[in-house]
C-alpha cells in the first residue's frame, strides 16, 4: 500500500511552461515535504508545509490538509527545473512518493 | 555554506562484511537521519536521530543496522553481515528544527 501517490510520474514541458505537480497521501501527517532530486543523484530540500501556502522565486508549494493533497507549482520553467521531485510526508517516520521526473526543453 | 558531508562516495564491499557510512551534519544542526535509495525505486527512511538517541526508525532498520554520533561532529551508519539487497544510495540529512532537511551527496554501497 502506497501512502504517498504523486501524478504524474513523467512529466515534458517547453520553457516558459507553468507546472503543477500532485502528491495525495492517505495518513494523518504533521507536515509535508517537497525535495527535488538532480540527475546526479543528489536531494535538495525545497519546502516543508503544514499549512497554507509557501513561495520561493518561482516555486509554489500548496497543502489542503482536509483534502489530504498537496501541488508544488513551477512558473515560467526552465531547463535547469529538469529534475525528479518528491513529495515526502511526516508520518511515525517519513514516507515517500516515487517521485515525478520533469523534463523542460529549450 | 555549511554542508553535509559524506564519506565515501562510494564504497565497495563483499556480502556479510561491515560497513560503517560516515557523515558530518551541519555544525549547529540537531536532527539527523539516515535514508537509502535502492536504484529505480524511490527513497526510504531508515532512521532519526536527536539528542544522542534514536528518536524514530522504519521496519527496514533491524539489528543489521546501527547509528552513533561518536564525537559530537560525525554520524555514522553501520551494516553489519551485508547483504546484496543493501546495494543502494544511501543519504545522511540533518535539519535544525525538524523543517527543511539539509542532504549530503549519498554514498553509493555496492555490495559483491
Known amino acids: 500500500k502506497n501512502e504517498v501517490e504523486q501524478s504524474p510520474q513523467n512529466l515534458t514541458a517547453q520553457e516558459g511552461e507553468f507546472i503543477t505537480i500532485n502528491c495525495s497521501y492517505s495518513v494523518g501527517i504533521s507536515a509535508l515535504h517537497w525535495l527535488q532530486q538532480h540527475p546526479g543523484g543528489g536531494i535538495v530540500s525545497l519546502f516543508m508545509?503544514?499549512?497554507g501556502k509557501k513561495k520561493h522565486g518561482r516555486l509554489i508549494a500548496t497543502i489542503n490538509i482536509q483534502e489530504k493533497h498537496s501541488s508544488l507549482h513551477i512558473t515560467a520553467s526552465h531547463p535547469r527545473d529538469s529534475a525528479v521531485y518528491i513529495c515526502?510526508?511526516?508520518?511515525?517516520?517519513?514516507?515517500f512518493g516515487a517521485g515525478t521526473r520533469l523534463t523542460v526543453k529549450p | 555554506e555549511p554542508e553535509v558531508t559524506q564519506t565515501p562516495s562510494h564504497q565497495v564491499t563483499q556480502m556479510g562484511q561491515e560497513v560503517i557510512l560516515r557523515c558530518v551534519p551541519i555544525s549547529n544542526h540537531l536532527y539527523f537521519y539516515w535514508y537509502r535509495q535502492i536504484l529505480g525505486q524511490k527513497v526510504e527512511f531508515l532512521v532519526s536521530f536527536y539528542n544522542n538517541e534514536i528518536s524514530e526508525k522504519s521496519e527496514i532498520f533491524d539489528d543489521q543496522f546501527s547509528v552513533e554520533r561518536p564525537d559530537g561532529s560525525n554520524f555514522t551508519l553501520k551494516i553489519r553481515s551485508t547483504k546484496l539487497e543493501d546495494s543502494a544510495m544511501y543519504f545522511c540529512?540533518?535539519?535544525?528544527?525538524?523543517?527543511?532537511?539539509?542532504f549530503g551527496d549519498g554514498t553509493r554501497l555496492s555490495i559483491l
Open positions: 508545509l503544514s499549512s
Open positions: 540529512a540533518s535539519s535544525l528544527d525538524r523543517a527543511l532537511l539539509n
Open positions: 515526502a510526508v511526516d508520518f511515525n517516520d517519513m514516507r
